[in-house]
């Protein structure tokens, strides 16, 4: 029996799923987390071999003790996994020093975190980037916004989201900024784009086994910083641009055995970096789009993503396929806004069509909103409706 370490397998709340669908498939699954295991989901216990509880995931050596006891107790650990942003360089150290081979390393985290060596790969894989400055000081930035003229992006080279990212419009921002002696940050032109996802799980031999995407409606570098309400909805397949787009994507990394979420810019209108419509690149994630994304998938394709995952993990394919296509909607509220309808007129109002209501944890409500609505829909029109009706302010 082969041995799967999940690292935080209760957050978010739906990866016990990933965690049920490798025990069904006769892995020993191996749980480390800091939630007593009296808190853990019923479901989540019930899909778990053995917990350990750590006082903290930011402890490394109490991280490091839970990997080496469950290594003396089942033997060789096969697969060790969060499918979590936050910890994949601890994965991936933990990786290296257990010597778990089926996934990254630390050596391989620069090319994977770093958006500035995205930037590298993107272009080894034909696709176009936005131009670039590693923050240093303020002559460096002035020449380079010099290049590109204002508005400017401010973000971390090694960060999640659109955490703590900024737009500059001018030198007044742009000297705020610098005051705050900003470390790690990169300057990249502002490109007047909307978000389109390449959402895959990879085999191991690199290739996609199951395909769709993401598009979101508006900017959510916008929505983090103005508290906004956060709508995008999953396409049953990817556009076929993006779809080419991410395949060359997993090639240039190297991708195996991973679920994957590539972003990349769709051009509302024509750039110094290209023409309107085109895709170019802006990061990847080694690993499922956050929250509920993974369940949108399922609606979106009336399937089982988690079951694919744990698939490819254990057989290197699958043999689930997707059904009925439809859009699946994520349109989330921020608290403190006056809607026009309640939660209960919009469940009621949309009742065939309403897949689940979420609150949103508050780890994850920046760019998220507080209260979530997911809902199928099998035209865009009427997806657009139930958005329009959700957000609507009174």
């Known amino acids: 029996m082969k041995n799967f370490i999940f690292i935080s397998p209760n957050f978010p709340a739906n990866y016990w799923k990933f965690c049920r669908e490798l025990k069904n498939n006769g ?97 080894k894989a034909g696709i176009k980037v936005a131009r670039h400055y590693l923050v240093k000081n303020l002559a460096g930035c002035k020449k380079f916004i010099a290049e590109v003229g204002y508005p400017v992006i401010v973000k971390p080279d090694n960060g999640v989201g659109a ?77 076929p641009d993006v779809r080419e787009a991410g395949r060359k994507t997993l090639k240039a990394f190297g991708v195996k055995n991973r679920f994957v979420h590539f972003e990349f810019f769709r051009l509302s209108k024509d750039q110094h970096i290209g023409k309107k419509g085109e895709v170019v690149a802006l990061e990847v994630n080694m690993r499922p789009a956050g929250g509920c994304s993974p369940d949108m998938m399922n609606y979106a394709n009336s399937t089982d993503v988690y079951k694919i995952w744990a698939d490819m993990i254990a057989y290197g394919k699958t043999t689930v396929a997707p059904q009925e296509k439809f859009y699946c909607a994520y349109a989330g509220r921020r608290r403190g806004k006056p809607f026009l309808y309640t939660e209960q007129e919009i469940a009621d109002k949309y009742k065939d069509n309403v897949k689940q209501i979420w609150q949103v944890p508050d780890a994850l409500s920046g760019c ?5 609505f997911l809902a199928n ?12 009706d959700v957000i609507k302010e009174k």
């Not at 107790?73 to 996994?81: N, Q, R, S, T, V």
């Open 27 to 123: 892995f020993n699954v191996l749980g480390i987390g800091d939630c007593p295991y009296d808190n853990l989901l019923f479901e989540l216990k019930n899909s778990l071999n053995e917990y350990y509880k750590v006082n903290s995931l930011e402890n490394y050596e109490e991280v490091f003790r839970a990997v080496a006891l469950f290594t003396f107790k089942y033997g060789k650990i096969d697969y060790l996994e969060s499918n979590n942003e936050y910890w994949l360089e601890r994965d991936a150290l933990l990786r290296t020093e257990f010597n778990i081979t089926t996934g990254f390393h630390t050596e391989d985290m620069k090319k994977v975190k770093y958006k500035s060596e995205m930037k590298k790969y993107y272009k």
């Open 377 to 388: 829909f099998k035209t865009k029109g009427e997806m657009n409706a139930f958005i329009d």
């Open 163 to 239: 955490e703590a990212t900024y737009k500059l419009k001018n030198d007044e921002e742009l000297k705020a900024f610098l005051s705050k002696k900003p470390q790690g940050y990169i300057m990249e032109e502002y490109l007047d784009a909307i978000v389109n996802s390449y959402d895959a799980i990879v085999d191991g031999e690199g290739n996609p086994i199951f395909e769709t995407g993401l598009v979101e409606m508006g900017d959510l570098m916008d929505i983090v910083n103005s508290n906004d309400n956060s709508c995008y909805y999953y396409l049953n397949n990817p556009l």
């Open 368 to 372: 998220m909103g507080n209260l979530s």
